[in-house]
């Protein structure tokens, strides 16, 4: 008799998690082995982290604790630094600190930016007066001050730029394909990390209802994780085969949870590489992820949201938020004529601050923050990212 073990098909999960099959997962698997949680952690991975970085929402009590709000002084200064650059008549790719100079603000926008590599992990600028500028000056202003946080900005797409908006475009660009990302839909984004150090959000315009951002610290995460499925841990410090949608090639592996330089954790994933969303589903022709890695993925989005701190965006706020060392998150929310909820992104790095990149993301941190100032698009209107191969991203 020829026994054929059975060919590994995608388990039952979706990019929306789903608590019931989650537990029913979790139980499954117990009672097919009690001793999972015997495991031990993956060597180099400690019991338990701490710092700064490692919280809970409910540590929290006030807005007051990471808002820091400009002052009318610094508002001036801001007013100078946007003279000034438009003064020198370069790209846009040259704003930087020394384009862009705030004299004591700087020194501010420096701590702050310690306090998102030492410290808590994020914190929120109040705020911009957005009406004030043209959508060219509001992106001067914005990537100016974000120089002073960090000066390196990502590349976004193809190509090359590093600015992304943020908003529902559903319906204005939806013969593109947008429908692959839920950044550019109102649908609710699950809990994932962007790629790239930093990432900061400005708020031109915020919706009539719903958005709330939620953040969560992975290193909270990791330590429950550590004390009760260590064997989950194990899972998170392995290869998992990301969906690259239709790219060349198919599929790429690097682990989800990193822990290389002795001091932080660093969990780096996008549940739509694992799950697909709408449009885009995840493709037949690349290998499933196992039992295990659909049961991770939901624990790290549902310990995520236990541990997570909600915030609201005003208009005019600028959130900044360290991507290797936070989990984030967005409701879903609902739009009217009057209230467009509109962010835009920059992806930042500070190079004196900077964590140790884990090695597996070394090319991709590379990728990102290679391109040089003359190569740098600053998009003023909404479109949809594009990838190396013209697919939407
Ligand atoms: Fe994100």
């Known amino acids: 008799m020829t026994v054929t073990s059975p060919v590994p098909r995608q388990p039952d999960i979706e990019y929306h998690p789903d608590e019931e099959k989650y537990h029913a997962r979790t139980a499954r698997r117990l009672a097919e082995n009690p001793s999972l949680p015997l495991v031990p952690l993956p060597e180099g991975f400690p019991a338990k982290v701490e710092g700064p970085n490692v919280w809970e929402g409910k540590d929290w009590t006030s807005e007051d604790q990471w808002v820091y709000k400009l002052s009318d002084a610094e508002l001036v200064e801001i007013d100078a630094a946007l003279a000034h650059f438009k003064g020198l008549g370069q790209p846009l790719g040259f704003i930087g600190r020394d384009t862009f100079p705030l004299p ?172 697909g969303y709408k449009a885009q589903k995840r493709s037949a022709n690349i290998p499933p992820i196992s039992e295990a890695q659909a049961e991770a993925l939901d624990a790290l989005h549902f310990l995520a949201e236990k541990f997570s701190l909600e915030m609201n965006f005003q208009k005019g706020d600028i959130q900044y938020i360290n991507s290797m060392g936070l989990l984030h998150a967005r409701d879903a929310f609902r739009d009217d004529s009057d209230n467009i909820r509109h962010l835009i992104r920059l992806w930042l790095r500070n190079d004196e601050l900077a964590w140790k990149t884990p090695k597996p993301l070394e090319h991709i941190w590379k990728r990102l923050y290679s391109v040089p100032p003359e190569g740098q698009r600053f998009p003023l209107e909404p479109e949809i990212r594009k990838k190396e191969n013209g697919v939407a991203k």
């Open 104 to 275: 004591t603000l700087g020194a501010t926008l420096k701590g702050l930016a310690q306090e998102l590599y030492s410290g808590r992990g994020f914190f929120v600028l109040r705020e911009i007066p957005v009406d004030k500028y043209s959508r060219e000056e509001l992106a001067i202003v914005y990537a100016g001050i974000s120089s002073h946080v960090g000066s390196g900005r990502g590349k976004q797409d193809a190509t090359g730029a590093v600015l992304a908006h943020i908003k529902d475009l559903t319906v204005s660009h939806a013969s593109e394909g947008g429908l692959g990302n839920s950044a550019y839909t109102t649908d609710k984004q699950v809990f994932h990390t962007d790629v790239g150090d930093l990432i900061a959000l400005l708020a031109i315009q915020s919706a009539a209802e719903g958005g709330v951002s939620r953040l969560s610290s992975g290193g909270r995460v990791y330590n429950e994780l550590a004390r009760t499925r260590p064997d989950l841990v194990k899972v998170l410090s392995e290869p998992w085969p990301l969906d690259s949608f239709g790219g060349n090639p198919g599929y790429t592996t690097r682990p989800l949870l990193y822990f290389e330089d002795g001091e932080h954790i660093v969990i780096q994933y996008s549940r739509r590489h694992f799950t």
